[in-house]
């Protein structure tokens, strides 16, 4: 038997500049070929916000955890953690399409991963997208990313286009799978 880290609640809330280490380390560990379309991060690290990723384009997903030992004993060592963070933001900065948001990154930690965190954090993105006035949000996320896909489908989303052989990586070309949904009640 081995330690585990267990969730007992989910609550996002808008990223902080206070939030950058824990986002940045994030991040980079949960770098995949199956989403990144950038060469794994090397130290030294840029800074994960930055003009152009601001604290407020992020929701952040933190988790009350609890951890056990090995026997499934507590461990004393529970707390809040970041479990996840989605980027939202206007595609242009055209006014004709002013109505529309995109996420452009979701990102859930290791540990916090089949517990609804990504689901949890899509649902956010969209509340918070119709908050800002938006009726409608659109992503951007590679064919060969089963269970992404699977998951904004599961959320509503439609695939509305497909830029076939979009990019090269490790060898093949992959597809940039355009997807997007209304948000209107």
Do not use: K
Not at 141 to 166: D, K
């Amino acid at each position: 038997m081995s330690a585990t880290t267990t969730l007992h609640s989910v609550s996002v809330r808008p990223a902080l500049p206070a939030d950058e280490e824990a986002l940045g380390e994030l991040d980079r560990s949960t770098w995949s070929t199956l989403h990144a379309v950038m060469p794994r991060p090397q130290p030294p690290y840029d800074p994960f916000f930055d003009e152009r990723h601001r604290p407020g384009d992020f929701l952040v997903a933190e988790a009350a955890t609890e951890a056990t030992t090995e026997t499934g004993a507590p461990d004393g060592s529970g707390g809040t953690r970041i479990a996840g963070y989605i980027r939202l933001v206007p595609p242009t900065p055209l006014a004709c399409n002013a109505h529309v948001r995109q996420i452009q990154g979701l990102a859930v930690a290791a540990w916090a991963r089949g517990a609804g965190v990504g689901r949890t954090l899509l649902r956010a993105a969209c509340a918070e997208a119709r908050r800002q006035g938006a009726n409608r949000i659109t992503l951007r996320v590679l064919g060969h990313n089963t269970p992404a896909r699977a998951l904004y489908a599961s959320e509503g989303f439609a695939v509305e286009g497909v830029l076939s052989g979009e990019f090269f990586l490790h060898g093949r070309y992959v597809d940039d799978v355009l997807m997007g949904r209304s948000l209107a009640p």
